[in-house]
């Protein structure tokens, strides 16, 4: 049975877009459901935005005004991961890591060989140079954390390699496997916990093993839709609570 959420967990790209075309009824589905005093959170592996230009992303292609501090990137999760120690850091992408990992205190190196920590995500402006001076990086002793390993992201053209594609090479390179930051793993888990603490959560998601995967660790209740990565909900592990084409439909599941 669903139950009526107080705060609902939204993935982005997959679930609202696809690359730079809103999932149709994307922008009305969030509209509804906070005219219903449902409260948002969009959450995103996608490292390569700040949460600013995340949110500012959403209003552009759904036309909901989404605020910056309703979106949370696997990029500052990153950062949650190295504010303790502040390590001399390099970035490979995750561009959107950088204002996070500085507001943190971190410092961030321009020289391979000065970095006591990587911080790894997509990059789509990728070179052979860079990719071997994160390798050089990491294989030299830095700590490796990858924003997220999800090896895809969905475009209206079809799936494209994602973070997990590019860490993977690093890893397959140095032999040393990355820290994850993003969902569904503990330094996302935490930020989330820290605001949500307490209220009933449904997550919305299109790939069961971040999004469904960070909602069954939490206790919260999944609902899986089939507009992103995932094309069918046959065998999905963790099972969702709920399955919907796409987020068009999930108000409907509260009888909205």
């Not at 140079?129 to 954390?145: D, H, K, N, P, Q």
Request: glycine residues 10%; hydrophobic residues 45%.
């Amino acid at each position: 049975m669903i139950v009526h959420p107080e705060t609902i967990v939204c993935d982005l790209d997959g679930v609202l877009y696809r690359g730079n075309v809103e999932v149709p009824g994307a922008g009305a589905a969030l509209h509804r459901l906070l005219s219903a005093g449902i409260g948002l959170v969009f959450v995103t592996n996608n490292s390569t935005k700040t949460s600013a230009e995340a949110a500012a992303k959403i209003h552009q292609l759904t036309g909901f005004e989404a605020r910056e501090q309703d979106v949370v990137t696997s990029a500052q999760a990153a950062a949650h991961l190295l504010a303790a120690d502040a390590p001399p850091t390099w970035l490979f992408g995750a561009a959107g890591a950088r204002r996070p990992l500085e507001a943190e205190g971190v410092p961030l190196v321009e020289d391979w060989r000065q970095a006591e920590a990587v911080v790894a995500g997509l990059d789509p402006s990728l070179t052979y140079e860079s990719l071997t001076r994160t390798v050089m990086a990491v294989a030299g002793g830095a700590r490796f954390i990858a924003t997220n390993t999800d090896v895809t992201y969905p475009t209206p053209q079809g799936l494209w390699p994602g973070a997990g594609s590019l860490v993977a090479a690093v890893e397959a390179a140095t032999g040393v496997t990355a820290e994850v930051a993003g969902k569904p793993h503990a330094a996302m888990r935490s930020l989330l916990r820290q605001r949500l603490s307490g209220q009933r959560v449904s997550v919305v998601g299109d790939r069961p093993e971040t999004d469904l995967a960070l909602g069954t660790a939490e206790g919260w209740q999944t609902i899986l839709v089939l507009s992103g990565v995932t094309a069918s909900a046959e065998g999905v592990e963790p099972a969702p609570d709920a399955v919907a084409d796409s987020i068009a439909d999930v108000p409907a599941l509260f009888g909205l």
